[in-house]
């Protein structure tokens, strides 16, 4: 452990300094961590990093998952749900289907149960990745709400996959019968122990005396409590964070303050960071171990290789063939809910986007690292095989497709291609309506209040003018009390109009951080 502590304090370092890099390059930093990862693996004199598959499964997974549910907009999810259901479900068996056909008729000694676990396993694109992309160019706000969702889900319905690949492997036989109870209860099982310890947790917040540093600290537990409890039960640990942080979020100005909303965001936007980091450096530094245990089984080093990059180019072959298939089923059946273009031509590029942003990560890493030595007594061939594949795939999409997704949108000029409300209009509609909502409310309610006029003056002014009075001796306990009351109104409002209108979710939300700030504010005065 004390030979570890250096290297673990090296790889921070590292991870921040190489996502500033990243930034200055303007390029997704997980492609740079990978490399940071295989170059510094071959360092004679560093410790060798072995990967347990429970620590990347229960320290790593449910933190993820969980800001990735509180980040999403719950209404865009609602939305597109269609297409976010099939990517994240159907396009993922067809792509675990289509890896396991070709693995079946091309790798020696892959069965087709032996094909579904290395398709389960490299099928889920990682959205860290896709994220990490995103901040350097401009795309649709429908494209990108559909690739936060399906990231949400396809983790779940890969590992289940990859659960049930197992069975059939190990046992020799695949009963399905006791496959579709299985997968029936981890569904349902997954969905609904999450939705129970999220309310839950909910009510525990509401009912303790917490404060922000006690608030902040149960959000960081309540993840690994789903996660562990379902997967007690036999059920979807992934679906159970994802369906309780889901909840949560959408109810998290109901039992959450101001102040541990301000100071949660800063902390898990730093502790998400430094999580995602060492998962994509570790996964290059883990290199060596892996193709030691390939040489031990007599494969080549240059046919692995070859079967990487082979199932690399089915990955991305079946995602083009899914996107655009989605595409055309939701013209035919369901053409009210498809994205708006100006052009059929427009509309064309946009499954051409879909089909591009399926980079591996994280999850593809702990499910290989997942595959038991033996199981029930059955040795798993060609285990160190698909290790290698994984990384090789990892490595091949976060290189090829990481790095040639912004010169595609940019090329195609996709994100000027949909016919979407401008986001500084919508801003601006949004507070017009805040300021006379909120000035209505005052008029009404304090218009007839006579003692402390001067200071309904000054905020009426406030509001009227929305400027900031640079001496705050005016504000009393009283004036306090009636600010903040207004700040509680603008919330109402704009939860309101998040409900009953088309304005994006995530410009609501940056106002009522703002409203969340000045909260704070009139606090320490």
């Given at each position: 452990?004390?030979?570890?502590?250096?290297?673990?304090?090296?790889?921070?370092?590292?991870?921040?300094?190489?996502?500033?890099?990243?930034?200055?390059?303007?390029?997704?930093?997980?492609?740079?961590?990978?490399?940071?990862?295989?170059?510094?693996?071959?360092?004679?004199?560093?410790?060798?990093?072995?990967?347990?598959?429970?620590?990347?499964?229960?320290?790593?997974?449910?933190?993820?998952?969980?800001?990735?549910?509180?980040?999403?907009?719950?209404?865009?999810?609602?939305?597109?749900?269609?297409?976010?259901?099939?990517?994240?479900?159907?396009?993922?068996?067809?792509?675990?289907?289509?890896?396991?056909?070709?693995?079946?008729?091309?790798?020696?000694?892959?069965?087709?149960?032996?094909?579904?676990?290395?398709?389960?396993?490299?099928?889920?694109?990682?959205?860290?990745?896709?994220?990490?992309?995103?901040?350097?160019?401009?795309?649709?706000?429908?494209?990108?709400?559909?690739?936060?969702?399906?990231?949400?889900?396809?983790?779940?319905?890969?590992?289940?996959?990859?659960?049930?690949?197992?069975?059939?492997?190990?046992?020799?036989?695949?009963?399905?019968?006791?496959?579709?109870?299985?997968?029936?209860?981890?569904?349902?099982?997954?969905?609904?122990?999450?939705?129970l310890l999220g309310w839950f947790f909910i009510q525990a917040h509401k009912r303790l005396p917490t404060d922000a540093p006690s608030d902040i600290a149960l959000t960081l537990i309540e993840p690994y409590f789903m996660y562990w409890i379902a997967e007690q039960?036999?059920?979807?640990?992934?679906?159970a964070v994802v369906a309780g942080s889901l909840l949560m979020s959408n109810q998290r100005l109901k039992f959450l303050n101001s102040t541990s909303r301000v100071r949660g965001l800063s902390v898990w936007e730093s502790f998400v960071f430094i999580l995602n980091?060492?998962?994509?450096?570790?996964?290059?530094?883990?290199?060596?171990?892996?193709?030691?245990?390939?040489?031990?089984?007599?494969?080549?080093?240059?046919?692995?290789?070859?079967?990487?990059?082979?199932?690399?180019?089915?990955?991305?072959?079946?995602?083009?063939?899914?996107?655009?298939?989605?595409?055309?089923?939701?013209?035919?059946?369901?053409?009210?809910?498809?994205?708006?273009?100006?052009?059929?031509?427009?509309?064309?590029?946009?499954?051409?986007?879909?089909?591009?942003?399926?980079?591996?990560?994280?999850?593809?890493?702990?499910?290989?690292?997942?595959?038991?030595?033996?199981?029930?007594?059955?040795?798993?061939?060609?285990?160190?095989?698909?290790?290698?594949?994984?990384?090789?795939?990892?490595?091949?999409?976060?290189?090829?497709?990481?790095?040639?997704?912004?010169?595609?949108?940019?090329?195609?000029?996709?994100?000027?291609?949909?016919?979407?409300?401008?986001?500084?209009?919508?801003?601006?509609?949004?507070?017009?309506?805040?300021?006379?909502?909120?000035?209505?409310?005052?008029?009404?309610?304090?218009?007839?209040?006579?003692?402390?006029?001067?200071?309904?003056?000054?905020?009426?002014?406030?509001?009227?003018?929305?400027?900031?009075?640079?001496?705050?001796?005016?504000?009393?306990?009283?004036?306090?009390?009636?600010?903040?009351?207004?700040?509680?109104?603008?919330?109402?409002?704009?939860?309101?109009?998040?409900?009953?209108?088309?304005?994006?979710?995530?410009?609501?939300?940056?106002?009522?951080?703002?409203?969340?700030?000045?909260?704070?504010?009139?606090?320490?005065?």
């Amino acid at each position: 452990m004390h030979n570890l502590f250096p290297l673990f304090i090296a790889m921070i370092t590292a991870i921040v300094l190489l996502e500033m890099l990243a930034t200055k390059l303007r390029v997704a930093y997980p492609i740079l961590l990978v490399l940071a990862g295989l170059i510094v693996s071959f360092i004679p004199t560093l410790p060798v990093v072995a990967i347990d598959p429970d620590v990347i499964f229960l320290i790593f997974l449910p933190p993820l998952l969980c800001e990735a549910a509180w980040s999403i907009s719950y209404k865009e999810m609602k939305k597109w749900w269609r297409i976010i259901g099939s990517f994240a479900f159907l396009v993922v068996f067809f792509t675990a289907l289509s890896v396991a056909v070709v693995a079946n008729h091309y790798i020696p000694g892959f069965t087709l149960a032996m094909g579904f676990l290395l398709g389960g396993i490299v099928s889920p694109p990682d959205a860290v990745s896709t994220g990490a992309i995103m901040k350097f160019v401009k795309v649709p706000k429908s494209t990108s709400a559909i690739l936060e969702g399906e990231s949400l889900l396809n983790d779940a319905s890969s590992l289940i996959i990859v659960r049930f690949a197992l069975i059939a492997v190990g046992m020799g036989q695949f009963v399905w019968q006791e496959a579709a109870v299985s997968f029936i209860w981890m569904l349902v099982g997954g969905v609904g122990i999450g939705v129970l310890l999220g309310w839950f947790f909910i009510q525990a917040h509401k009912r303790l005396p917490t404060d922000a540093p006690s608030d902040i600290a149960l959000t960081l537990i309540e993840p690994y409590f789903m996660y562990w409890i379902a997967e007690q039960f036999h059920s979807s640990g992934v679906l159970a964070v994802v369906a309780g942080s889901l909840l949560m979020s959408n109810q998290r100005l109901k039992f959450l303050n101001s102040t541990s909303r301000v100071r949660g965001l800063s902390v898990w936007e730093s502790f998400v960071f430094i999580l995602n980091g060492i998962v994509f450096f570790i996964i290059g530094l883990d290199l060596p171990e892996i193709v030691a245990g390939l040489r031990a089984n007599g494969t080549s080093l240059r046919e692995a290789i070859g079967y990487g990059l082979l199932v690399t180019a089915v990955l991305i072959f079946a995602r083009m063939i899914s996107a655009y298939a989605a595409m055309i089923a939701t013209l035919i059946f369901r053409p009210s809910v498809a994205p708006r273009a100006r052009s059929s031509k427009q509309r064309f590029f946009m499954p051409l986007l879909l089909g591009w942003t399926g980079m591996r990560g994280v999850v593809s890493l702990a499910a290989a690292l997942s595959i038991p030595l033996v199981m029930n007594g059955t040795v798993i061939p060609q285990r160190h095989l698909i290790l290698f594949i994984t990384f090789v795939v990892i490595l091949s999409t976060l290189l090829v497709q990481g790095l040639t997704l912004p010169y595609l949108i940019r090329r195609t000029g996709l994100s000027d291609f949909f016919s979407e409300e401008s986001e500084e209009v919508a801003k601006q509609q949004m507070k017009q309506g805040l300021k006379q909502h909120v000035y209505q409310f005052l008029r009404d309610k304090y218009e007839k209040e006579e003692h402390n006029r001067e200071a309904m003056e000054r905020i009426l002014k406030h509001w009227e003018e929305k400027v900031n009075a640079a001496d705050d001796s005016w504000m009393n306990e009283r004036t306090k009390v009636i600010f903040i009351e207004l700040l509680d109104v603008q919330r109402e409002y704009l939860e309101k109009l998040n409900s009953e209108s088309t304005i994006d979710e995530d410009i609501v939300r940056a106002q009522l951080y703002q409203i969340d700030l000045e909260e704070e504010r009139l606090r320490m005065i």
